[in-house]
């Protein structure tokens, strides 16, 4: 199968390695994105023989002991370490921050590459004993831009199997939708999640994905969600599954703008699947014209969540606004039109609400620059 890197994640890594600075670089992102093979490549290409690559994967029980062993040879052969699915080690955070206080201490500091596909493990470990000690990472779903360049995926061919590069060579619908589903979504469901969380049931875990995939850059309140699962459960239950569903970068959860943040936080979500083709497998079929405008909408959200900043929603009564950006004390109104008839209304009450404001339309005419520069889009606009 074709290996295509990411060349924008490539020279981001290039940059943090130029440094030399000595600390930790981390790298989180969704399985099969390409950032193995992306660090792999770089490597190949510009530090060869110089560098040991190692699995937690490839490991029966990848202990402190483990980590200790690899950690020493890379010490004495004065190598890159890259390490990956490090979430998937025992006690992984601690045992690597004493390692890297004493080479610190013995100014023996080498350069370390971390991977890891689980948001919630590696955050947890990375904030509870490595502070001060690493440089973080984001790896995303493939947007249009890097899937064109790559593999020349068109625009309509994205809106129904974007985000996983290694799919995209499969020509049989069929066959493509079996890889995505067996190959990926269960991976990281069994791989990511249940061998690492507590899932009373996993049968209604997985029906809850399937549930929640229905409803790309929907509002949808809990309690309708719960009401579409085949047991019994709470609102606790669902926010449960979708911090577990979050944490493995396969969902975004939006909360409603409020001045007020306890408002925020009781709010309506609506969920953003982080990758086109998460909603394309639910049907498998075109999309009707209301489809089409909720997938437009759900690749514009996509590229706003890359900017990771504080992204929501905002609605009051029946007026409401797609997206709302907050950078510093900065606030976008976001509108996104896909040619079925919307008001704009909503964006007019939010900018009486919020004068300050700054309003925004994406639609399929100037979707592609706003790809390509998000941020200078916005501000620019």
């Not at 390695?17 to 660090?39: D, E, S």
């Not at 939010?350 to 520069?373: C, G, V």
Request: with cysteine.
């Amino acid at each position: 199968m074709k290996k295509v890197i990411n060349l924008a994640f490539t020279t981001k890594l290039s940059e943090s390695l130029a440094l030399n600075n000595g600390l930790l670089q981390v790298i989180i992102g969704p399985r099969q994105v390409g950032k193995t093979t992306t660090v792999l490549k770089y490597l190949e290409e510009n530090h060869a023989n110089n560098f040991l690559f190692f699995s937690a994967d490839e490991v029966f029980n990848a202990t402190s002991s483990w980590i200790f062993e690899i950690w020493s040879q890379a010490r004495i052969e004065k190598k890159i370490l890259i390490i990956d699915e490090i979430q998937k080690c025992e006690n992984w955070s601690a045992v690597i921050k004493k390692f890297w206080d004493e080479d610190k201490r013995n100014n023996t500091l080498f350069p370390c590459i971390l991977l890891g596909s689980s948001s919630l493990e590696i955050q947890k470990g990375l904030t509870e004993s490595l502070t001060g000690r690493f440089q973080l990472h984001r790896a995303y779903h493939w947007n249009h831009e890097e899937s064109k360049r790559a593999y020349d995926l068109s625009f309509e061919d994205y809106l129904k199997f974007g985000g996983y590069p290694g799919s995209y060579e499969f020509k049989n619908r069929d066959e493509w939708a079996k890889y995505v589903k067996h190959s990926i979504i269960l991976s990281v469901i069994e791989k990511d999640i249940l061998q690492n969380h507590f899932v009373k049931s996993p049968a209604l875990f997985k029906q809850a994905f399937e549930i929640i995939m229905s409803y790309p850059a929907q509002e949808i309140s809990y309690t309708k969600l719960l009401g579409q699962l085949q047991d019994k459960g709470n609102v606790e239950l669902i926010k449960y599954y979708l911090s577990l569903y979050e944490g493995a970068f396969l969902v975004k959860v939006l909360e409603k703008y409020s001045a007020k943040k306890i408002k925020t936080k009781s709010s309506t979500p609506k969920i953003l699947p982080l990758a086109p083709c998460l909603y394309y497998l639910e049907i498998l079929d075109d999309y009707t014209q209301e489809e089409l405008g909720r997938v437009f909408e759900l690749i514009v959200g996509i590229q706003l969540v890359r900017l990771d900043e504080s992204l929501y929603y905002w609605r009051e009564g029946g007026d409401e606004v797609d997206f709302v950006l907050k950078k510093g004390r900065t606030v976008f109104g976001i509108e996104v039109k896909s040619g079925r008839k919307k008001s704009f209304k909503g964006l007019e009450k939010f900018k009486e609400k919020f004068p300050h404001a700054k309003l925004i339309m994406i639609t399929f005419d100037n979707y592609k620059e706003f790809e390509s520069n998000p941020l200078g889009f916005l501000e620019n606009y």
